[in-house]
């Protein structure tokens, strides 16, 4: 009697007196990520264990963070650009006291991260 298994086309190999399911994972493109991809990836790892191991199963999980990844950034852009009309940071700004444009634009990039990982990241 077949198991479920070689009726669906699996096949064994022995090991000693052991019989081992011969399984593959698919053979899946690893598309490059940057920081936002790496940082999904970390956080699906150690917190979303369950849905970590099916994505790798499926083969969906590095286009998965490739497409995080591809979202971060451009959200990340719209979001620098909307905070800096509202919050007055111009190019005279950085003419004049290059500093003070260096310190607004680091608590924009700051206040923008957070809102990618409350959004993004960690969702």
Known sequence: MKSVFEAMGGTYRQCG???IPE???PDTPRNPIGKYGRM???????HRGVLYNA???DGTLW???AEVDKIC????????????????ITE????????AW??????????AEEILFAEVIYA
């Open 55 to 57: 994505m790798i199963l």
């Open 63 to 65: 286009s998965h963070l």
């Open 23 to 25: 399984m593959a994972l």
């Open 40 to 46: 999904r990836h970390r956080y699906l790892k150690e």
């Open 17 to 19: 007196d052991f019989f």
């Open 73 to 88: 950034k451009e959200r990340m852009d719209v979001l620098i650009l909307g905070m800096k009309e509202k919050w007055g």
């Open 102 to 111: 260096v310190g607004a634009m680091n608590n924009i990039r700051s206040a």
């Open 92 to 99: 005279d700004l950085k003419a004049h006291d290059p500093m």
